[in-house]
C-alpha cells in the first residue's frame, strides 16, 4: 500500500497529521499477496466486476469514525506526487439532507499520495443525516479512490469510488489502494477519479456530488435499476454543487491528443503486478491520465503519446523497450541488417512497484 497520511478535522479544529509505513511501493520487484478479511467487517459498496459495475465488499475500516457533531467524511487519494507527498488538496465537503437542503460544510486541507483526509460537517442539528455529499477540490489535482461517509448514529454509511467516476466519464488512473474484495475474494482496488479546480492539464470537473444512501444501504437497488451514474453529479467549478442528481450525466469534450501532464509526472514510472491492471487499455482509452505504466504482461504505456510497446523479455526481442530498474531507465531496442539500435526513451526519478 501506499503511504497512509490522516488528517482529522472539524471547522474549527487543527489539521493533524500521521504518518504510517508504505508497505505497497518497495524498493524491489513485487511479489504475490492475498488478503482474506473477515466478512463481518465488510459494508457493500458499487464497483467494477470483469468491466461491469456489481456489488464489491467495502472494508469497514475505511469509513470514517462516527462523530456526534454530524456527518463525517473520508476523501482517499489513490496517486500523487510522491516527492512533495502531495496527493491532492481538497477545498471544501458540502454536507445536505434528503431534500438536499445545505446543513454545513467541514473545510479542507492537503492529503498525501495513498494518505486520507477526514472531515466532520458541521451541521447546526447534528442528528439530521447528509444523505448527499459534495467534495470541491483546489487548483491542485487530486485522483480520488474513495468518498466514504459515516453517519452521526453510525446507523447509515456509503462510499464513492473511483469506480462510478470512471463508469461515468471522468478521467482516470489505476489504483493500488485495496478498498474491500471482490466476489472471488481477491482484492478490489478501485480506479482513482480525477478532480481539478483550475483545468489547466484538461481535467474537467472540479467538485462532485453523490447520494450516500445509494451507494450505501440501497448499492443493490442502484445496480439492479442501472443507476450507477444517476447518482452522482459532476460540476466544472469549484464550490458548493447546489445541484441534485438527477440521471443526466455532465458531458465534456474528449481530447483528440494526449493532454499535458503534471511534472512530477513525468519523473515517475508505475510498474504494477497487479493482474486486473492492463497497459493496453491504459493507453487506449481517451480518459486515461498519469505517470507512464508498465503492466504484469510486460506492456509498456508511454502516456505522453499514449503509445505502446512490449518489454523486452531477452537480448534478441526486436521492437520493444528494456527496462533497467538500476538505472530507471527505458530504452528503445530494434534489429537492423548488420546491428542492434538502442536509444535511451527515458530516465525516471523513481519507479514504483505495486504488488498484487
Known amino acids: 500500500m501506499c503511504r497512509e497520511i490522516s488528517f482529522n478535522l472539524t471547522l474549527d479544529s487543527t489539521t493533524q497529521q500521521s504518518h504510517q509505513s508504505d508497505q505497497n511501493n518497495s524498493a524491489v520487484p513485487p511479489t504475490q499477496q492475498q488478503h482474506q478479511p473477515n466478512s463481518f467487517n465488510m459494508a457493500e459498496a458499487i464497483g467494477i466486476i470483469s468491466g461491469v459495475l456489481g456489488i ?87 485522483c480520488i479512490a474513495w468518498i466514504s461517509v459515516k453517519q452521526y448514529d453510525g446507523q447509515s454509511q456509503g462510499a464513492w469510488t473511483g469506480d462510478i467516476g470512471y463508469n461515468c466519464g471522468q478521467h482516470w488512473y489505476y489504483g493500488n489502494q485495496k478498498a474491500g474484495t471482490l466476489p ?52 466544472y467549478d469549484e464550490g458548493k454543487v447546489d445541484g441534485q442528481p438527477s440521471g443526466k450525466r455532465t458531458t465534456h469534450k474528449v481530447a483528440t491528443s494526449p493532454p ?21 487499455h491504459m493507453c487506449n482509452h481517451p480518459k486515461s491520465y498519469g505517470p507512464d505504466f508498465v503492466d504484469s504482461n510486460g506492456m509498456y504505456c508511454d502516456m505522453d503519446t499514449k503509445t505502446l510497446t512490449p518489454v523486452c523479455k531477452n537480448d534478441t526481442d526486436d521492437k520493444c523497450v528494456h527496462l533497467d530498474h538500476n538505472t530507471k531507465t527505458v530504452t528503445k531496442r530494434s534489429f537492423g541488417v548488420k546491428r542492434t539500435d538502442e536509444a535511451v526513451h527515458k530516465t525516471f526519478e523513481s519507479i514504483e512497484y505495486w504488488q498484487e
Open 56 to 142: 464489491v465488499s467495502f472494508l469497514q475500516s475505511n469509513f470514517p469514525a462516527q462523530d456526534p457533531k454530524g456527518a463525517k467524511v473520508q476523501v482517499k487519494a489513490g496517486l500523487g506526487d510522491k516527492n512533495s507527498n502531495l496527493g491532492g488538496d481538497i477545498d471544501n465537503i458540502y454536507g445536505y439532507d434528503y431534500n438536499n437542503a445545505y446543513l454545513g460544510s467541514a473545510g479542507g486541507g492537503s492529503v498525501g499520495e495513498g494518505g486520507v483526509l477526514e472531515l466532520t460537517i458541521d451541521q447546526k442539528v447534528p442528528g439530521v443525516q447528509a444523505d448527499y455529499v459534495a467534495v470541491s477540490n483546489t487548483d491542485i489535482g487530486t
Open 184 to 235: 472471488d475474494g481477491s482484492d478490489y482496488r478501485p480506479y482513482c477519479a480525477w478532480l481539478d479546480g483550475n483545468h489547466d492539464q484538461d481535467r474537467p470537473s472540479a467538485a462532485l456530488k453523490f447520494q450516500v444512501s445509494a451507494y450505501g444501504d440501497h448499492a443493490k437497488d442502484t445496480i439492479a435499476n442501472d443507476h450507477a451514474c444517476d447518482a452522482t453529479i459532476f460540476q
Open 260 to 280: 499535458a501532464r503534471y511534472p512530477w509526472m513525468e519523473s515517475v514510472l508505475i510498474h504494477s503486478n497487479v493482474t486486473q491492471h492492463d497497459a493496453a
